[in-house]
Structure formats: C-alpha cells, structure tokens
C-alpha cells in the first residue's frame, strides 16, 4: 500500500471516529433530555408522558444505531463485525420496540 493509501485510509479512520463520538452524544443528550422532560410532565401529571419519553427514546436511540452502523466501516476482525452486529441487532429491536409503543399510545388516545 502506498503513501497515499495509507494517508487516506488514516483520514477515513479519523473522520469515521469523529462521527462516531458525534452521534453518541447526540443520541445521549437527546436520551437525557428526553428523561427529564418525562420526569418533569410526569410531576405535571399531563396526559402524553409515556408517548414524550418514547419518541425521544426511540430519536436518541436511532442517533446511537446509526453510530454502530458507522463502527462496522472501521472493524478489522470478525469478531468485531459479530459483537458490532448484535448491538445493531439489540438497538434495532429496541428501536422498533418503541415504535410500535408510541404507534400504539398515539392510536389508543
């Protein structure tokens, strides 16, 4: 592999780990911020709160599957790409979880 090759792939590496972190964060605010505006509606005793914390769940949780479907650019073994697989397996079934949860409470109001 040339010079070039080598600086490029180190970029990709470096951008890829950036967007990572990025999305993760995201995702975790949102989480946070979805929770605290759940626990704040709940002390209100207003009407949407599971429907509130579920769409900001499932937002945060899409930020976060879209950053494990970023890691599968930069694995190198199948190990990695097996353990990268089932989070995206688990975040998948949790995302569609909590759509059909809001779906559901949205339909039943």
Known sequence: MG???MLL????YA?????????ELVGVFI???AGIKGVVKYAKREAD?????AEGMALGLEFKLGSEILRTVVVREFKEVALVAAIIAVRAALTFLIHWEIKNEAGGE
């Open 3 to 5: 010079q070039i090759e």
């Open 9 to 12: 792939e180190e970029f990709l």
């Open 15 to 23: 951008c890829v780990g950036l967007a990572i972190h990025g999305f």
């Open 31 to 33: 989480i946070i911020s």
């Open 49 to 53: 709160v599971r429907l509130q914390l």
